[in-house]
């Protein structure tokens, strides 16, 4: 196993716990690791201070672990067990009207590089480095070993979270079983969950809370769902009382998707329409009043710093069109799921939004990520969920 040496001082935000070393901070490496290897660290005094996965870039290994410990599979069973006892222990996981929730949230659960989503008897892994790629089959095996007979299915889908430059080849597919169901509940509410060709692993588990807070606000109101996708906030509403529902997604197939949704756990209700366009074109097209709760949930507008001013105009311009139509007395539901934008920079940008449009707003919520989601004490990077719910006069 090859050796990193540590610049002197550069182990301080190690000694912190940060699952992260930058390429600046190494001296230099014994041996030739390929991307994807385990590295031991050491620091420029020569003691072990941490091991993980070798990547080329700017994050040159991923932390594991900081004990000098095998990574074998005792090792990934205890850390697949611990983040088990979490989700039992927030009663998300063992909870019969509930078998979608994330077992694994990468820095969050001291796994960086690796995603878990619970979908029923299924489990999704996603590996966003190239170092939990190559552990995949190890990671299956543990999983199964830990959820028993909870998980049949193990699907593993990462073909574009991978970094395309280590052209490594990987397809989407089983690791384990093959079952063609595909509907998981939620809170009660079923859903179908395209783990094969969907956005992530398929379904958006991190808005859960919120979409419930939604159904508490959705008692006789004319609803818009903005990039709906595959309907979750939708669904929602409808349980709660919304005397219609109206989803909005650029994507044909998610359109499709949300109405099967919406007949899965309402079959024949007429309150629900579902449209094919862009939502921007929408927004400057509907009647004003026509609703009074919108969600504005759009994709990531920065997915790096260098996108960053123009995502923040962005959300200005999609909320000020929101504002502007949004019948008084209206709750505004607003989210970004941008890491590289602050919760004080989305809040700026709705704000110059509220101010653009001259209305009275009021701040009722202040949104994030749930407890299946966790926040790595150590790695405040981990925070991305934000949102808003806002009361408009």
Request: proline share 3%; aromatic share 10%; hydrophobic share 40%.
């Amino acid at each position: 196993m090859s050796i990193i040496y540590l610049k002197r001082g550069k182990e301080e935000s190690l000694r912190r716990y940060h699952p992260w070393i930058f390429s600046g901070a190494i001296h230099h490496i014994d041996g030739e690791p390929a991307e994807g290897d385990l590295v031991r660290v050491f620091t420029s005094e020569n003691e072990f201070i941490a091991c993980g996965h070798w990547q080329i870039g700017s994050i040159a290994v991923r932390i594991l672990t900081f004990v000098d410990e095998p990574i074998d599979a005792a090792f990934w069973q205890r850390r697949l067990s611990t983040a088990l006892d979490v989700r039992c222990g927030i009663g998300v996981a063992g909870n019969p009207e509930n078998d979608t929730y994330r077992l694994v949230h990468g820095e969050g659960d001291n796994l960086p590089g690796l995603v878990i989503d619970i979908y029923g008897q299924t489990a999704v892994v996603q590996a966003h480095s190239v170092g939990m790629h190559v552990c995949r089959e190890e990671i299956a095996k543990a999983l199964k070993v830990v959820m028993g007979d909870a998980v049949q299915n193990i699907f593993y889908k990462s073909e574009t979270t991978l970094p395309f430059k280590a052209e490594l080849g990987q397809e989407n597919g089983f690791l384990l079983g093959g079952s063609p169901d595909d509907v998981a509940m939620e809170n009660g509410l079923r859903f179908h969950i395209d783990w094969l060709r969907g956005q992530k692993t398929g379904f958006f588990v991190d808005q859960r809370d919120n979409r419930s807070l939604l159904e508490h606000y959705s008692r006789g109101r004319a609803v818009l769902n903005m990039f709906c996708y595959t309907g979750g906030f939708s669904v929602y509403a409808m349980r709660g009382g919304a005397r219609l529902v109206h989803s909005v997604d650029s994507s044909a197939k998610a359109v499709d998707l949300v109405n099967e949704n919406v007949e899965l756990n309402f079959p024949g209700d007429q309150r629900h329409e579902a449209y094919a366009e862009d939502a921007f074109k929408f927004l400057q097209q509907m009647d004003k009043d026509a609703y009074d709760l919108i969600i504005l949930d759009p994709p990531a507008f920065a997915k790096h710093k260098d996108a960053l001013r123009n995502a923040l105009k962005g959300y200005t311009r999609l909320n000020s069109r929101a504002f502007e139509k949004i019948r008084s007395g209206g709750i505004l539901f607003t989210f970004s799921c941008s890491q590289a934008v602050s919760k004080d920079q989305f809040r700026m940008a709705v704000f110059t939004a509220a101010a653009q449009s001259g209305r009275n707003v009021r701040i009722l919520h202040q949104l994030h990520q749930p407890a299946d989601h966790p926040i790595n004490i150590y790695h405040p990077e981990g925070e991305y969920l934000k949102g808003l719910v806002l009361y408009v006069e």
